[in-house]
């Protein structure tokens, strides 16, 4: 009788508990949702993020609470020189039982800006706004981020913008607009985008699928499909950093369907002819980086590039390009009845013009406007910024041995035979001014021709030279 009283009066005990836990959790909920808690909030949350940001955030007001939806009004995200790198005009959240706990089911992001720009390190302003653990802290012993589950974020009249280092090109995207789920688990991102929209340049629409996920050693797009009007792009990739061995990557093109030459013109000044598809691959380590590419044009012919990057302190490559009947007309040359085989191999160190450096060969040979051209081989040199050439030949217009050099602003050719014969032709930048100088024959005396705006051309008095 004894322990069946104690047993009734532990069980009334430990309702009674449970209510005042659920009337402590109810009333935190209603003080949150109320006006004061709003307040704590956005004060606890402004106040707490230069612990983990190389900024500040900014957040105009909070309204709900977590017995319903929260909504973040106009929050900002500022870098140290007080620049906006993240924004929208709200933020709603849902809570509810995601990832096996309470955490957000859904994510409404209205009106998001993003400002991307090179930050004074040289790293994406994004990646240079978090803070890092301590320096030489080995990946296994940095903290692990909580995990965040949002099973879907959707994102409404959205904006992207890209400006340049020292006020170079801005590229933006407008009206973004998608649906897309994030998982973070035991240090990696799962990151599934069902569908995402934008304007491009206030060009075509552009619109992505992808399955991606990304952690300390691995990045890793099982799958993504990019479509930019009727044209499309899919393709496989996997960058891996295994512990102590070297890093490796492999990407697929499965499928590039160039469907709209409007498309790829905008996208790089030059048209594709209509049904072109690419195809190729990359495989192997920052040291050995093999690249194979094949574009196939149809009627209007067909390339190929293949070779090694080596992407070391010191970029270095070798590589071959080739490609048969290329109607240059339906590329968008405007050369009607023109058609060339191409060949060409390329090798080199530097990647950055100013202290590039490599030997090209060229060799040219088909019809030009309807007459055989013959061939032409071109050997190249590129050294510090500059591009120099000599032992060029194109013998159908009786050219041979053939020298020269370009580099910003000064453009100089000659011959030493020829149709007119002896040849010099040097165009040279003079502040706003454009010089050509040229002399026509061993014996001839040079002459001069100055372009200045609003005048046209005139004679000058050519400078002293020693072609």
Known sequence: MER???????????LVLAGV????????????GTDWGHERLRRMIVAGAPDVLRGSVEIAAIEGGPLRAWRIVAPRVLDEAGAEVLGAEAVELRLGWSGGGLGIVEARLVGPRVSLRPAADGRLNVVALWREPPAGLPLDERPEPPRLTVSSVKIEHGRVRWEGAGGGPVVTLDDLAGEMGIDTAEGTTHLRVGWLSAILLKGPVARLTADATFGPRLAELAHGELRIGDSVLEMTARYARPEGEPQRLDAEILRAQLAVPEVVRWMVGARLPDGATLRGSVHGTPGDLRVKLELLAGAAGAASLSGVLRLAARPSYELALRATAVDLDAFGAELPQTKLDLEAVLGGEGLAPASAAGAWTVTARGDIGGLAAGELKLPLTLHAGSL????????AAGIAEASGEWSPGRLV?????????ALVLRFLDVEDEVHWEYRIGA??????LVWRPGAGWNRGEPAKSDD
């Open 388 to 395: 120099s050439f000599a032992g060029a030949s194109w013998p």
């Open 443 to 448: 014996e001839a005396p040079e002459r001069l």
């Open 21 to 32: 836990v659920a009337g402590a959790v109810a009333l935190g909920a209603w003080l949150l």
């Open 413 to 421: 050719l000659r011959t030493p035979e020829g149709p007119f014969g």
């Open 4 to 14: 069946s009283r104690w047993k009734v009066v532990l069980r009334r005990g430990g």
